[in-house]
């Protein structure tokens, strides 16, 4: 019997060295210090392993096959060095991670293709840059129009540099990690150049936006997934065109990227969760809006309840929907004293009202209700009235709070189970709702700011 148990813990060891690959090298200015090594799993990272190096610098860290993608060894300092956990063994020497020409790797392949490539298409890059810069004179300025040969020249060599790259990358190992990452990271990294200075290459670069495969687990432990997120919309939203047509570019975008997540629950609420709160935070509301319903009539997935909610808000509370109504009852205050004028919300007969959600405890609306009370007598004049709803759960907080409030107040100081916000499916602080005297939605401004602007362009200038 304990031969025969000794036998199988010989064999689980065996077994899980197969799984077991190390970095490790040596910094040699970096001796004591703690070394981590971490890896990514879709938007957040995890550990790996850790150690200290010893007096003269040298370390060795493990990582198994379900770190396989991108991982990056950390020092106290937050320098980062990447390096690809493809399953090899990979050594690497160098004096600090900081100083990264020190840095080589002197084995394992696919790292020692990865450090090629991010040297040489740096060069290339910058190389890129220059030519275009001098093709722009040799074409637009009337001094050296006239000059073909050079414009010649720039043309062949910009198109010599982009096939080196493009060579380099075609000849990696088709099933390598490497070969994978690699183009990847690439795409994801050019979006500002291509902005700027390539504008000629940005349907291409949308189209490959929309060919990658958001569910691909490799995506997943790359350290990519975030950037390609946010790389693919702010390249549509910053290519020139018309408002209207990156709408449409946006719903394009969001279809594509739909049709591999519907197929991985997991995925599928982390990513689309992201997505919505990115186009939130860039007012681009036409899409998250569209992407909510879009996400909410998809039935091959169960959705968490967070986002969820998240989503059927665009549902109930989208414009042109009638906002709900809102009884005040004996809780609400007029110029900071209790006030029995108005019984609801649609007693408060202004061609518009502003429904604010907010709270004493909110930072975000400390920083706000000085800009909503400093605006209110301009708005005011312009027909728009203000109805503040209060979070607080305390009356005192409340009290006090109104004594400086100019324009109408309400709290019931149920905070986040006050039905008013469960009608107005608020999940964060502050909220804003613009209504007309039919209390149909108009705007959802995210700011003081934003709603300040709408009030400027259609109120004072007669814009639509």
Not at 46 to 54: F, G, K, Q, V
Not at 158 to 178: G, P, Q, W
Request: net charge neutral; glycine share 4%.
């Amino acid at each position: 019997m304990r031969i025969k148990f000794i036998l199988l813990i010989c064999a689980l060891l065996l077994t899980s060295s197969a799984f077991a690959q190390s970095i490790s090298g040596n910094l040699s200015l970096l001796a004591g210090q703690k070394i981590n090594l971490e890896g990514f799993d879709g938007l957040k990272t995890y550990p790996i392993s850790n150690t200290s190096l010893d007096a003269k610098g040298n370390f060795k860290l493990t990582y198994s096959k379900a770190d396989y993608g991108i991982g990056y060894l950390k020092l106290a300092d937050d320098k980062l060095l990447f390096v690809i956990l493809s399953g090899e063994d990979i050594e690497i020497t160098g004096k600090t991670l900081s100083d990264t020409e020190t840095i080589k790797v002197i084995k394992g392949k696919e790292n020692q293709w990865f450090e090629q490539y991010a040297k040489e298409h740096l060069r290339r890059e910058q190389a890129l840059s220059a030519w275009i810069y001098l093709e722009k004179i040799y074409t637009s300025e009337s001094l050296f129009s006239v000059q073909k040969t050079p414009a010649n020249v720039i043309k062949s060599e910009k198109l010599r540099i982009k096939k080196e790259d493009a060579n380099f990358l075609a000849n990696l190992t088709k099933d390598s990690y490497v070969g994978w990452f690699l183009p990847a990271r690439q795409l994801v990294s050019s979006v500002s150049v291509i902005a700027q200075q390539r504008t000629d290459e940005i349907p291409a670069t949308l189209a490959a936006f929309r060919a990658m495969n958001y569910a691909d687990q490799r995506l997943y432990k790359s350290g990519l997934l975030k950037d390609a997120i946010e790389s693919h919309f702010w390249l549509i939203e910053n290519s020139g065109r018309s408002l209207d047509s990156v709408f449409i570019e946006m719903r394009k975008s969001i279809d594509a990227m739909l049709v591999n997540l519907i197929k991985d629950e997991k995925k599928f609420n982390e990513v689309t969760n992201h997505l919505l709160d990115l186009l939130e935070k860039h007012s681009l509301f036409q899409a998250s809006e569209y992407l909510a319903l879009k996400v909410l009539n998809e039935v091959t997935c169960t959705i968490t309840s967070d986002l969820a909610k998240q989503l059927e808000s665009y549902r109930a509370m989208k414009k042109g929907n009638i906002a709900p109504e809102i009884d005040f009852g004996n809780k609400s205050y007029l110029n900071g004293l209790p006030q029995n004028q108005f019984s609801n919300l649609t007693s408060i007969n202004s061609p518009y009202t502003l429904v604010v959600f907010g709270a004493s405890w909110c930072p975000k609306c400390e920083a706000e209700l000085p800009k909503l009370i400093q605006n209110y007598t301009r708005w005011k004049n312009l027909g728009i009235d203000v109805v503040y709803i209060s979070l607080d759960t305390e009356p005192a907080a409340f009290e006090q709070a109104v004594k400086t409030y100019p324009f109408f107040a309400y709290c019931d100081y149920k905070k986040w189970d006050s039905q008013v916000v469960s009608d107005y499916y608020v999940s964060g602080t502050p909220s804003f709702y613009l209504l007309n005297n039919k209390r149909e939605i108009i705007l959802k401004p995210i700011s003081i700011a934003q709603m300040d602007a709408w009030a400027d362009w259609v109120l004072v200038k007669g814009n639509k």
